[in-house]
């Protein structure tokens, strides 16, 4: 059984630019969850996709965007980066939405925006 | 809005000792979550809190949840430095995997 992954692991932007998050859920887990995890802070949730629709976003703008493709995969897309940007962005995934199930995360992918 | 406060935010303490992380939340729900951070890692599952009085342990760590008073409680038994670590509570309001943290215990064990 294999983990949760992500890609890549550390990226640099600058200001105005656009980025690709990838990540793979665990298999069998058709729930993915993104967060942004600030220094020194709690993860905070962006939102969630669940068979390829958005099922929850937390307050966030739209220029933080997602995909879920069929093999349960997932993209989160952030254009217009700012500097408060700068964060360690953990996808989670889980097998289904509602239920009592651990959510599972990747590495993260450490995002620095100059 | 759901809060979700940990205390204290940072816990240094000697080996061998016993020591309390507390997890209070401002709404209804029954579900919470342990989670342990390693520095530049990600998040581990420690435990998962699915009802009132729910309590389990694992190793020196033992978690319990009280829903009445909202409050979770992570406790550590004759601390070991290999405990050192960040650790986050999580409540999930919605039954639907949308977890809230805290702000994470910074938990440092000397020798």
């Known amino acids: 059984e294999t983990g949760v992954t992500q890609s890549p692991t550390h990226l640099i932007k600058t200001r105005g630019q656009q980025v690709t998050l990838r990540c793979s859920s665990q298999?069998?887990?058709?729930?993915v969850s993104w967060y942004q995890q600030a220094l020194g802070q709690g993860p905070q949730f962006i939102f969630q996709?669940?068979?390829?629709?958005?099922?929850g976003r937390g307050n966030f703008p739209p220029r933080f965007s997602g995909l879920q493709f069929p093999n349960y995969s997932s993209e989160l897309n952030v254009n217009a980066l700012e500097l408060d940007d700068s964060a360690l962005y953990l996808c989670?995934?889980?097998?289904?939405?509602?239920?009592?199930?651990?959510?599972?995360f990747g590495p993260g992918t450490r995002l620095t925006v100059l | 809005e759901l809060k979700v406060e940990q205390n204290p935010l940072f816990l240094s303490m000697q080996e061998g000792k016993n020591y309390t992380i507390y997890c209070n939340y401002s709404?209804?729900?029954?579900?919470l979550y342990w989670y342990r951070q390693d520095p530049g890692k990600s998040l581990e599952s420690l435990f998962v809190?699915?009802?009132?009085?729910a309590v389990k342990q694992e190793g020196r760590l033992m978690a319990s949840l009280d829903t009445k008073a909202r409050l979770s409680t992570l406790h550590i038994t004759a601390a070991v430095h290999d405990l050192s670590a960040t650790y986050f509570c999580?409540?999930?309001?919605?039954?639907?995997?949308?977890?809230?943290f805290g702000e994470g215990t910074q938990l440092t064990v000397n020798p």
């Open positions: 989670a995934s889980s097998p289904r939405v509602r239920g009592t199930d651990t959510q599972y």
């Open positions: 298999s069998g887990h058709n729930t």
């Open positions: 996709y669940y068979r390829e629709e958005e099922n």
């Open positions: 709404t209804t729900s029954d579900r």
């Open positions: 809190l699915l009802s009132n009085g």
């Open positions: 999580a409540v999930d309001e919605t039954s639907g995997s949308r977890l809230t």
